[in-house]
C-alpha cells in the first residue's frame, strides 16, 4: 500500500473516525484504525464493536493495499506533521504497518493484520433513508441528549427514542427525573412503522463530526437492529438498544394552572448562581423555586430561587415575570433547570406548574417544538 495525501485532510479523517477507536477492550486490534485503498482516496475505519465510523480522504493512491495502524500513534504524529504532502508505504518485509513521510519527518509504525479487524456492517438491503437538515439535527441532538440516563443499569434510558410518523420526526430522552422532547417537520412519506432506540452516546458523536451544513441521510439495515448516518465522505453506523421505551406522552401534564413567562438570561443567571450553593448538596442539589403573582397593573410577578448549604451559607436571586395563575412553591434539582436553560435559545422561557408535588413544564416561548418536563424533588421520596 503506497498513497500521498493533504496531511490536514488526513488529520481530519484521523479526528473523524478516532471517536470510535476503543480504549479499553480486550482485542488489541479494536485499538486500531483499518487503512484501505480505493481508487482515488482512502478509506479509514474504526469500531469499539458497538459504533463505526468510516471517513474517506482524497488521495494520490500509487499501490493498492489494507492494513491496520494504531490509531493514536498515527494521529499524533501525523498532527505534529508540517503543513503539505503526507506519504504512506509499506513497511519492509511485508510487515503490517506503515511508513510515514512528512516535510523533515518519518516514522515506520508498525501494525497489525488487516484479518484480525472486525468487520464493518454493510448499509446495503437498506431501507429508503430519512434527509435531515444537519443543522436541524444538531439542534434536536443539543436539546435532548442531555436528558438521557449515564447508568447502563437501565439501557432504555440511555438511548434517545426515534420516531417517524404523522409528518414528523420527534426526538424524546429521558432518565426517570427528567424528559426533553423535541420534534421536526418531515417532508414526503416518511413513516416508519417501528420506534428507534438510538444510544445517546451515538448522537453525541455524530454531532462532533458531521460536516457544519449539508444533509445527513439516516436509515436502518434490513435486519433493523443497526442504524446508519451518512454525509458526504462519512459513515456511521451504531447498534440500536432493543426495548419498549416509556409512553413519554402520558408524562407530559396536559393541564398547568400556573404559567410564567421570564428573560432566558435571567433566568439562567439566577440559577448559575443558586447552584453554587446547591451543588454541594450531594442528595439532590436542592433549590426552592417560589412563583409570586405580581400585583395587576402594579408590580410584576416574581420568581425566586433560594438555595441553602449548611457549611457554605445560602442565595437568593429574583426574577421579574409575567405570572398567570396562582403562587407555587417547589423543589427542583438545580443541575436538571440548568441543563435546559443551557440549550434554550429563545429569549423568553415559560414554566408551567400546578403543584409542588406535580412534574413542571419548561418550555422556549414562541417554539411549540421543544418541551422539557421536571419531577419535583418532593414526589421522589
Avoid: W
Amino acid at each position: 500500500m503506497k498513497f500521498t495525501c493533504k496531511r490536514q485532510d488526513l488529520s481530519r479523517g484521523l479526528a473523524m473516525v478516532g471517536h470510535a477507536v476503543s480504549t479499553r477492550s480486550t482485542l488489541p486490534v479494536l485499538a486500531n484504525l483499518l487503512v484501505v485503498t480505493e481508487g482515488d482516496h482512502v478509506r479509514l475505519s474504526a469500531t469499539n464493536l458497538e459504533l463505526a465510523i468510516t471517513c474517506r480522504v482524497a488521495a494520490r493512491v500509487e499501490e493498492e493495499g489494507t492494513t491496520t495502524i494504531p490509531a493514536r500513534l498515527l494521529t499524533d504524529f501525523v498532527n505534529a506533521l508540517e503543513a503539505g504532502d503526507v506519504e504512506l508505504g509499506p513497511l519492509p518485509g511485508g510487515t503490517p504497518g506503515v511508513r510515514v513521510r512528512g516535510g523533515t519527518s518519518e516514522a515506520n509504525i508498525r501494525g497489525m493484520d488487516a484479518s484480525e479487524f472486525p468487520t464493518i456492517p454493510q448499509i446495503e438491503g437498506a431501507e429508503q433513508p430519512l434527509v435531515l437538515d444537519i443543522g436541524e439535527l444538531r439542534g434536536m441532538i443539543t436539546q435532548t441528549t442531555f436528558a438521557a440516563a449515564m447508568d447502563d443499569a437501565r439501557p432504555i434510558f440511555t438511548a434517545v427514542l426515534t420516531r417517524a410518523r404523522d409528518g414528523k420526526l420527534t426526538f424524546a430522552a429521558a432518565d426517570t427525573f427528567r424528559l426533553a422532547v423535541r420534534t421536526t417537520a418531515l417532508t414526503g412519506d416518511v413513516s416508519r412503522p417501528d420506534d428507534m432506540l438510538i444510544p445517546a452516546r451515538t448522537l453525541n458523536e455524530l454531532s462532533k463530526i458531521v460536516p457544519p451544513e449539508g444533509s445527513v441521510e439516516v436509515f436502518t439495515t434490513s435486519a433493523r437492529n443497526q442504524i446508519v448516518f451518512r454525509a458526504p465522505g462519512l459513515e456511521m453506523v451504531s447498534h440500536l438498544i432493543e426495548g419498549q421505551f416509556p409512553n413519554f406522552d402520558a408524562i407530559v401534564p396536559k393541564t398547568l394552572t400556573t404559567r410564567v413567562v421570564m428573560p432566558t438570561d435571567k433566568l439562567r443567571a439566577a440559577a448559575k448562581v443558586a447552584a453554587l450553593f446547591a451543588k454541594s448538596d450531594s442528595a439532590s442539589n436542592t433549590v426552592k423555586v417560589a412563583v409570586t403573582p405580581g400585583q395587576e397593573g402594579l408590580t410584576p410577578g416574581v420568581v425566586t430561587l433560594q438555595a441553602t448549604n449548611d457549611e457554605l451559607g445560602d442565595s437568593t436571586g429574583t426574577v421579574d415575570a409575567t405570572v398567570d395563575g396562582p403562587a407555587v412553591n417547589i423543589l427542583f434539582n438545580i443541575k436538571y433547570l440548568n441543563d435546559v436553560l443551557a440549550v434554550i435559545d429563545t429569549p423568553e422561557v415559560v414554566l408551567e406548574l400546578n403543584t409542588a408535588q406535580s412534574p413542571g413544564l419548561v418550555k422556549p416561548l414562541g417554539n411549540d417544538n421543544y418541551l422539557y418536563v421536571i419531577m419535583p424533588l418532593y414526589s421522589r421520596g
